[in-house]
């Protein structure tokens, strides 16, 4: 069984939205589950976790205000809000179960990686 699953990427114009969503059908779902991208030639950056409980989201600065993380832990699924698309948010987007430390999202030590879901921003 394939851990996660992500879909809902695609090709947009800047200031339009996506919806990203994540079945982690293959994991527990029991632990803080984030969105991640990445470009070509940079490293992963973490973009959004969410807790346990669904009650507690963290953001990186560029995606605060424009992005809504949220999960439903019944369905084990995970969903990304994304709002005001700039290029800069071109990327392909993974989730994975993270951890929020002094305001960095991280990958956590048992993190499992799908094949992501490609995000492109036209300007």
């Known amino acids: 069984q394939v851990p996660v699953v992500e879909s809902g990427g695609g090709l947009v114009q800047a200031g339009g939205s996506l919806r990203l969503s994540c079945i982690a059908s293959?994991?527990?779902?029991?632990?803080?589950m984030g969105w991640f991208r990445q470009t070509p030639g940079k490293e992963r950056e973490g973009v959004s976790c969410?807790?346990?409980?669904?009650?507690?989201?963290f953001y990186a600065d560029s995606v605060l205000g424009r992005f809504t993380i949220s999960r439903d832990n019944d369905k084990k699924s995970l969903t990304l809000e994304m709002n005001s698309l700039e290029p800069e948010d071109t990327a392909m987007y993974y989730c994975?179960?993270?951890?929020?430390?002094?305001?960095?999202?991280?990958?956590?030590?048992?993190?499992?990686w799908g094949q992501g879901t490609q995000v492109t921003v036209s300007s």
């Open positions: 293959g994991l527990p779902f029991d632990t803080p």
């Open positions: 969410i807790t346990r409980s669904g009650n507690t989201p």
């Open positions: 994975a179960a993270c951890v929020s430390v002094g305001g960095a999202i991280l990958p956590s030590s048992v993190a499992h």
